[in-house]
């Protein structure tokens, strides 16, 4: 288990319980980061698919990305397919001095996850703070406006 501490992977496994409280508020049909042994939704793209040239939209998207240097790819993606109708719900490190923070995950609803998640049924916590990020098509933020008004 040693690897899920160390840059010798970026796959971080979701939490299965944590996913679950996710997963009855969205309703998620498609996991869109996934492989056949950590899939979340019956509907899933691997690393073979090539998730980042398939269409997301209009899909309800669970999104727990590589967390190397393709995360910034990912994370753009995600806000693009919110833009084109997908609901993306996005498990990242919280890594608030990066580009792709300032540039994407700050137009999302962001929630950040109290402590440190322990992925993948691991006995330890992950060495980071972890961010709950949800990425609305622009009409269903325009309908969430009409209600606090």
Known sequence: MEVHYSSKTDNWSTPVDFFSVLNKEFDFSLDVCAS??????????????????????????????????????????A???????????????????????????????????RGRLKFGGSKNSAPFPSAVVVFLPPETRRLWSKVGS
């Open 36 to 77: 056949a042994e950590n899939a979340k939704c019956a509907r899933y793209f691997t690393r073979e698919d090539d998730g980042l040239s398939k269409a997301w939209a209009p899909n309800r998207c669970w999104m727990n990305p590589p967390y190397g240097r393709e995360i910034g790819k990912w994370v753009e993606k």
């Open 79 to 113: 806000w693009k397919e919110s833009q084109r109708g997908a609901t993306v719900v996005c498990l990242l490190p919280s890594r608030t001095d990066t580009k792709w923070w300032h540039d994407y995950v700050m137009r999302g609803e962001i929630r950040f996850v």
